[in-house]
C-alpha cells in the first residue's frame, strides 16, 4: 500500500507530511506524519526518517509560534491522522 488512497479522510494531510519529510522540512504535516509513523509503516506506507523521536514536542512547540489555541489544533491533527490510520485499517481488512 505505498501510494496514499485519495479517498481516505485525511490524506491529503499525510502525502503533505511525507512530501515534507523527504523534502527534510520539519512543517506541522511533517511531524504529525513522524508521530504516525510506526502506525503508518505497519500499513505498508513508506515513511521516510524524520526529526528525533520527540516529534510530538516539535509539533505542539510549532504550534505555539502559529496558533493561538494550539492545544485544539494539536488534537485535531492527532484525530485526523487516527482517522486516516483506521480508514486505511479498515480498507485493508476487506
Known amino acids: 500500500m505505498g501510494d496514499i488512497p485519495r479517498d ?30 510506526p502506525r503508518l509503516r505497519a500499513l505498508g506506507f513508506e515513511v521516510p526518517a524524520g526529526p528525533d523521536g520527540r516529534s510530538a514536542h516539535r509539533l505542539y512547540a510549532l504550534l505555539t509560534r502559529t496558533d493561538p489555541a494550539p492545544h485544539s489544533r494539536y488534537n485535531a491533527l492527532v484525530a485526523r491522522v487516527a482517522s486516516f490510520a483506521r480508514a486505511a485499517e479498515h480498507a485493508a481488512s476487506r
Open 8 to 37: 481516505l479522510p485525511g490524506a491529503e494531510l499525510i502525502d503533505h507530511g511525507l512530501e515534507d519529510l523527504r523534502a527534510g522540512r520539519e512543517t506541522e504535516a511533517a511531524l504529525l506524519v513522524a508521530m504516525a509513523a
